[in-house]
């Protein structure tokens, strides 16, 4: 487990650390759930967010142990203080989880993305482009005579920044991986 | 221990290994190897059911009444289908049962092959967890895990699907230990939190304990501990209608069963309580009523196995993650080493008050020389049945809650009854997987008409295997539960909700090779149940009881525990709007 820097301590077993009021504000809340990385893993993750009602904001996974087959399901997720406490427990419910983080309890974390930006422009847009890309610090992967591939990574809402900048300077496509997080500190 | 074998000894091996003596299973292209391996042993006694749904209700009828997990046996596609309202029942009640299927050859997976389903993917939200395996060399090992995950923490259906190649081919067979599994739910509750919960039991003034399925689930010690618990602090006790028989209803603290058509008593006790211990129950919506008039002035404790259950719908103020068994074993220890102490003074104007709801006399009803009524039906099984070494299965409607009302339990995994998903066609098939397990009980399913036509098709098992089962129907020509929702909802339009076209019961049974009774005459009764009892083979009791009787009391959608209807005289405008949507 060290080798994955995941703090000791899980708050899968919710039931002694519900904060203390039922309170109606939604709260963002980002998971890391580590799982077996075995056939239909996933489709039993997302099948408990889809027939229990719970949101998912974004979701990654990936191998994160090769030899212990064990992948890191990152999710970010949206509810009541009640909502996000059920979804842990529930999470920790599926056989194949082994751990259950939440990263916004546990934190700080640090969170990001990666995102790739076509766009498409010519003339003073495209160099204002190139400018604002300059500036949060975005490179440039691929480039035409009239579009630029940007690559960037950060915090979501830096991402969603740079996409509301892009839009009216000729943004074509946008993909984003979602959101990796881990604590910090050790 | 490792062995070469085929897929299809696996399982056998497996199922030996794991101690099991029956299978309920039907044969199909898919599970023909696994079938020739049955054929050729005879420690395992397969019961041919009539459908695949009976199959899995009888391994829950099997794994209720003996603690010990069912096990079925199906192929794929349709027979795996057939097993879903079974497995989704048996997730819902939380019993483990063990479901194999039989699957198309790994190498037409994908292909919609004959008979192909994707029966993992059908199964995952119905299933505690399951199982699709590829290679022989890894079906001992999913198997016996199988086994560890249905039994263990909160117990569950799973589901192991098997391709007919992997049944074929050779492979090594292990038994893995169950400490190598990485699923380990833990049992010991935390020591602060039940001290705690001890404290706060030394000092309420209005206690109670609500018990439910969990304490049958975490085993006969659990009851034991239960009745020494609540006996020697004389704190009542309710239970949910998953629970009855865990706590003996001939007991001095006995409220009898809470909830929607639960007793008076019981209900305005928790609603009253000052210190609510619930153990093993999950504060379910037939429990509740309308949550935020939720026993408005009480402390809350909660002992659960399984932390999703504790603050899901109703915030608690003392949760213990833990098994039943385990817990209560150290309050208990915890409760006498603080010297037994109880708010003796108090507990004497609380019982008082319970004495007083007491004599509402809730289940009272007006009797009728001429119809039989469905109360007095069930009164009557009880007294002539009660003195038998006694099992009963229930179909779902009113039928079952009158069951639950003047059937009495003296012993946990007596009373088998589809609680969470209210499984029309339970019953029956439940029967015949305890009369499996006890050949010589009194097994008595109670039905209602609607209910037992649909798993009726099981009279041909009860009849292969010469089960003694009896199936006391209650039969009013009417979806009873229905019928009486429209009445109080839909201004009595009874909508779709009576039973044309029935059969006579009495040769339906016959055709079969069963005995048929009829009777309609309260002055014949007891007579007739006397020849159902000792009558030694499967019985179709035809009991043709009132058309439109309700069943009181009733506390009213989207309405608390206090404002419960007692009778007909009550009903007037007891639902509005908000209440209508609820189910």
Same mark, same amino acid.
């Given at each position: 487990m060290s080798a994955l820097h995941i703090k000791k301590g899980?708050?899968?077993?919710s039931a002694y650390n519900l904060r203390p009021t039922f309170s109606d504000v939604q709260e963002r809340h980002t998971l890391a759930v580590l799982v077996e990385n075995e056939p239909g893993v996933l489709a039993r993750v997302i099948g408990l967010f889809s027939g229990r009602g719970y949101n998912i904001e974004s979701l990654t996974v990936a191998e994160v142990d090769h030899t212990g087959h064990l992948s890191r399901i990152t999710i970010v997720t949206k509810g009541t203080p009640q909502v996000i406490e059920q979804i842990k427990a529930q999470l920790g419910?599926?056989?194949?989880?082994h751990d259950v983080h939440d990263l916004t309890v546990e934190g700080p974390a640090v969170e990001r993305e990666l995102a790739i930006f076509k766009v498409a422009g010519e003339g003073d847009k495209r160099v204002e482009a190139l400018r604002l890309a300059d500036i949060f610090r975005a490179n440039v992967v691929d480039s035409t005579l009239n579009s630029f591939i940007f690559e960037i990574t950060g915090a979501p809402d830096k991402i969603d920044a740079f996409a509301d900048l892009m839009r009216p300077l000729g943004l074509v496509e946008v993909a984003r991986t979602g959101v990796a997080a881990l604590l910090r500190g050790d | 221990m490792t062995r070469e074998m085929t897929g299809a000894d696996m399982v056998i091996q497996t199922l030996k290994d794991q101690g099991v003596d029956t299978v309920f299973g039907y044969p199909g292209g898919a599970v023909l190897p696994i079938y020739d391996a049955i054929f050729q042993q005879n420690d395992i006694q397969h019961i041919l059911v009539r459908h695949e749904q009976g199959a899995v209700h009888a391994a829950e009828g099997y794994a209720r009444s003996t603690g010990k997990p069912g096990v079925v046996l199906v192929t794929s596609g349709p027979g795996a289908t057939n097993a879903v309202t079974g497995l989704t029942d048996a997730l819902l009640d939380s019993i483990p049962i063990i479901v194999l299927t039989g699957q198309v050859p790994t190498f037409m997976i994908? %292909?919609?092959?004959?008979?192909? +389903?994707d029966t993992v993917g059908i199964t995952r939200p119905c299933t505690k967890h399951n199982w699709l395996v590829k290679d022989t060399d890894e079906l001992s090992g999913v198997l016996h895990e199988a086994f560890h995950v249905a039994t263990s923490g909160r117990p569950g259906p799973v589901l192991v699907d098997i391709p007919k190649d992997v049944q074929f081919a050779t492979g090594t067979y292990t038994i893995p230990k169950p400490s190598a599994s990485h699923y380990q739910p833990p049992v010991k509750g935390d020591l602060e939190s039940i001290t705690e919960l001890v404290a706060a039991l030394e000092k309420a003034e209005r206690p109670v304990f609500y018990t439910g399925g969990g304490v049958i689930n975490s085993g006969p010690a659990a009851s034991q501990l239960l009745r020494e618990l609540v006996d020697a602090t004389g704190i009542p006790i309710t239970s949910t209608l998953m629970g009855l028989g865990a706590y003996p209803a001939s007991g001095k603290h006995w409220l009898g069963m809470l909830g929607m058509h639960g007793l008076y008593e019981a209900n305005m006790a928790m609603h009253g309580c000052d210190l609510m211990i619930n153990i093993g129950a999950r504060f379910d919506d037939r429990i509740t009523g309308v949550l935020s008039s939720f026993s408005p002035n009480s402390t809350k404790a909660h002992i659960d196995i399984d932390p999703s259950s504790i603050n899901k719908v109703i915030r608690v103020d003392i949760p213990i993650v833990g098994d039943v068994g385990h817990v209560l074993e150290d309050m208990l220890k915890i409760w006498k080493s603080r010297g037994r102490k109880t708010n003796a003074e108090a507990l004497v104007s609380w019982t008082r008050q319970i004495n007083e709801w007491r004599?509402?006399?809730? @289940?009272k009803f007006a009797d009728d020389k001429k119809v039989i009524k469905p109360q007095y039906a069930l009164s009557r099984l009880e007294a002539l049945t009660k003195k038998y070494d006694r099992y009963i299965t229930t179909e779902v409607g009113q039928h079952q809650m009158w069951a639950a009302q003047f059937l009495n339990f003296e012993d946990p995994n007596r009373w088998m009854t589809s609680g969470g998903l209210g499984t029309m066609g339970y019953g029956f098939p439940a029967s015949i997987g305890v009369q499996m397990a006890h050949p010589d009980a009194l097994v008595v399913n109670v039905a209602g008409e609607a209910s037992w036509l649909m798993?009726?098709?099981e009279l041909g098992t009860a009849a292969q295997y010469k089960l003694p089962v009896k199936q006391f129907i209650l039969n009013n020509e009417r979806l009873g539960m229905v019928r009486q929702w429209q009445e109080l909802l839909h201004g009595s339009r009874y909508s779709q909700s009576w039973s044309e076209a029935l059969p006579d019961f009495v040769k339906l049974a016959e055709a079969f090779g069963a005995k048929g009774i009829i009777c309609s005459d309260p002055a014949d009764l007891d007579d007739a149940i006397m020849e159902m009892i000792e009558h030694d083979g499967p019985v179709v009791f035809d009991c043709l009881v009132t058309k439109h009787e309700n069943c009181f009391p009733m506390i009213p %959608?989207?309405? +608390?525990?206090?404002?419960? @209807? @007692?009778?007909? +005289?009550?009903?007037?405008? +007891?639902?509005?709007a908000g209440g209508a949507v609820l189910v």
């Open positions: 899980s708050t899968r077993h419910r599926i056989i194949p989880v | 994908g %292909s919609d092959a004959f008979q192909e +389903a004599k509402v006399d809730c @289940l798993n009726m098709q %959608s989207g309405k +608390a525990h206090n404002e419960m @209807l @007692l009778g007909e +005289a009550d009903t007037e405008g +007891a639902i509005q």
